[in-house]
């Protein structure tokens, strides 16, 4: 997979490649981005043909067919966030976006992307593997300087996600 950027001559468009033939063609997998320069492209190492894509100004999108298709992927992020780099977290299950000016978002347990099929989509409900939870306990104080975190963490506990074909009443 490859990404070109034009931006800086004037072009936002979306340049995606995919090669199967080590690089001797090469076929454009651009169709559902916006017209925004793609920084970065990366394949789930778990899972052949799901693709995530990072943007200058349209945020992170994804396809799970080998670039066929994409979709937005807004996860809570800032409107208009430019998504630099990506990395997986194989062990996780996650996904670490690393962004111009917004910091650093990790998306946690992408196993209802992971696992999303059109057998999941006719179930009523579809209960996804839950993600390993924490438990911090912290007592006193070792030390100099504060005892308590400067800056807030992620949730502990396990995340539970889930599908349901029709909206509960």
Do not use: C
Request: proline letters at 6%; zero cysteines; a negative charge.
């Amino acid at each position: 997979y490859a990404a070109f950027d034009a931006h800086e001559l004037g072009n936002n468009h979306a340049y995606v490649y995919r090669t199967s033939d080590y690089g001797r063609s090469w076929t454009r997998i651009s169709n559902g981005l916006p017209d925004s320069s793609v920084e970065v492209v990366r394949e789930d190492p778990d899972h052949a043909g799901l693709l995530f894509a990072g943007t200058l100004s349209a945020g992170l999108y994804y396809s799970r067919d080998d670039g066929a298709h994409w979709q937005a992927l807004h996860a809570n992020l800032p409107g208009g966030v430019s998504v630099m780099d990506l990395t997986f977290v194989p062990a996780s299950h996650s996904l670490v976006l690393a962004t111009h000016g917004r910091g650093i978002w990790v998306l946690d347990n992408l196993r209802p992307i992971e696992d999303y099929d059109a057998a999941i989509a006719k179930a009523p409900l579809h209960v996804f593997p839950a993600s390993s939870g924490t438990l911090l306990y912290a007592s006193g104080s070792n030390g100099v300087g504060p005892s308590a975190f400067v800056a807030p963490n992620a949730p502990t506990g396990t995340m539970i996600s889930y599908f349901l074909a029709k909206a509960l009443k």
